[in-house]
């Protein structure tokens, strides 16, 4: 079997948790390969929320195996914190025993934490990740293969805390770091860690070459993409096809299926332009019914109307065999839906996002109309879902209104839905194939 990737095709929270879990019980690894605890990843068994920053989120399907790729940040307090809540409700500790940690990973200490807390431009998520993939850039950074080298090593620690302090000195910042405080910290991550550190990119092609299935999942989303996003409004990794692969350690042969995550609709957390971006009582009600608030920080989503612009960006830079649209229970209850299908910026129509974060504001959406469909109790959705896939009937159990805006958002993008969420719940999900 080949690897799957999975990516946000917005600007995140699409719901790449809970289609990973549902895949995932046809996989026996998923590896994340870039982003770190920025990340919140939302499962929904039943009564029971999880919520994951760092942990796949295929954890949830016992036969998987786990990995943290080599293109990923981690904070590992954050990591023992999620582990520890993880055997609190199952009695697991996977580490070693099916979760890796690459050697090549980059650790957030606290200086980056710290240097982090100043931001006030982008509206990050505070916990570190920006300074931690600025240190990997600059060749200073620390990974978890290297932490038994530098183990007891005074003059390293030395020069790391004289840099450390210099940096946030100079940032303005009143937090300093101690050579007692990283040495006991790198003494902590080495007695936590050393027995899941490993080669995991080796891991996952040995895994491919014997047939298994690999699950790449995504975190963020192609508009946060350091690249390819809306700069400087975006996070500081590759959220993109093109890493998927060499964040995780394999090469893009071994891929064969790319699913883009969309919602009905658009939202973003932090700053930056969104041009279709509404708060209006449409946007209300996408906020509200949509639960619109970030499972990592807990800020209220932005909402918007969906982007085909935005979309389109994220099609050519990802080539998505399919899409995953989420959340089309959300719009139920909306009399019309608006889809914005260029921009009009300085008195033109525009069809491609532009790469300055100025002309992004200044474009103003192109938008059709739809008509609405019914609201529905979340139980009910769930109910056509399970009908849905237990006939084999497909999407062609939604009302009209709601097959004909699916039918219109696929022609926009020009690629096919794989699957339709209903609801946050594993099975509310509709197979289109
Ligand atoms: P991720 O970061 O892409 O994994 O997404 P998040 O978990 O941060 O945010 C998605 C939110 O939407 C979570 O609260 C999910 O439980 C929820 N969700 C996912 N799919 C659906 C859906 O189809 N309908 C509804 N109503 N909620 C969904
Ligand atoms: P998941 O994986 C939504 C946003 C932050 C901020 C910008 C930079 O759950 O979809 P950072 O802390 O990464 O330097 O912040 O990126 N951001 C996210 N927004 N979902 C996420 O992850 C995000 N991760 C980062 O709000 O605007
Ligand atoms: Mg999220």
């Known amino acids: 079997m080949p690897a799957t990737v999975i990516l946000g095709a917005q600007w995140g929270d699409e719901g790449k948790g809970k289609l990973v879990d549902r ?59 999620e582990l520890s809540d993880w055997k609190e409700s199952t009695g697991e500790d996977p580490r070693g025993d099916r979760l890796y940690v690459s050697e090549r990973a980059h650790i957030i200490l606290p200086y980056h934490r710290y240097m982090d807390g100043l931001d006030t431009k982008i509206g990050t998520t505070g916990r570190g990740i920006g300074p931690t993939y600025a240190d990997k850039v600059n060749r200073v950074g620390l990974r978890f293969g290297d932490v038994a080298e530098v183990l007891g090593d005074e003059a390293w620690t030395k020069a790391s805390v004289d840099r450390m302090n210099a940096s946030l000195e ?17 003494a902590w991550i080495h007695e936590n860690y050393a027995m899941c550190i490993g080669n995991t990119g080796l891991m996952l092609d040995n895994a491919l070459k014997l047939g298994e299935h690999v699950i790449l999942e995504g975190a963020q989303g192609t508009l946060l993409d350091i690249d390819q996003g809306t700069f400087p409004f975006v996070t500081s990794s590759i959220t993109s096809r093109g890493n998927a692969t060499h964040g995780a350690g394999i090469h893009p042969g071994h891929v064969q299926d790319v699913i883009g995550i969309t919602k009905a609709y658009i939202t973003r957390v932090g700053h930056g332009a969104m041009p279709t971006e509404v708060e209006d009582e ?80 200044r474009c103003k959406p192109v938008y059709i109309s739809m008509p609405g469909f019914p609201e529905l109790p979340l139980s009910e959705w769930l109910a056509m879902a399970v009908h849905a896939n237990e006939s084999g009937k497909g999407i062609s159990v939604l009302p009209a209104a709601a097959q004909q805006y699916v039918a219109k958002l696929e022609a926009l993008v020009g690629v096919p839905c794989t699957s339709i969420g209903v609801g946050p719940d594993r099975d509310a999900t509709i197979d289109c194939v």
């Not at 959340?327 to 889809?339: M, P, Y």
């Open 170 to 186: 100079a940032a303005g910042s009143s937090e300093r770091v101690s050579t007692d405080g990283l040495a006991s910290d790198i």
């Open 282 to 361: 449409a946007g209300v009600h996408m906020g509200t019914v949509g639960k619109e608030f970030g499972t990592t920080t807990g800020r209220k989503r932005r909402c918007g109307w969906f982007d085909a612009v935005v979309m389109r960006q994220a099609q050519r830079i990802n080539g998505f065999t399919g899409l995953a649209l989420t959340k089309l229970d959300v719009l139920g209850g909306l009399e019309e839906l608006k889809i914005c299908v260029a921009y009009e910026l300085d008195g033109k129509e525009i069809t491609e996002l532009p790469s300055t974060a100025s002309a992004l504001a």
């Open 23 to 81: 895949l995932a019980e046809q996989a026996t690894w998923v590896a994340r390969f870039q982003g770190g605890n920025n990340a919140g990843h939302t499962v929904v068994l039943g009564d029971q929320v999880l919520k994951f920053h760092l942990l796949p989120s295929g954890i949830t399907r016992k036969e998987c195996h786990l990995v943290l790729g080599d293109g990923m940040v981690i904070d590992p307090w954050v990591l023992d914190k």
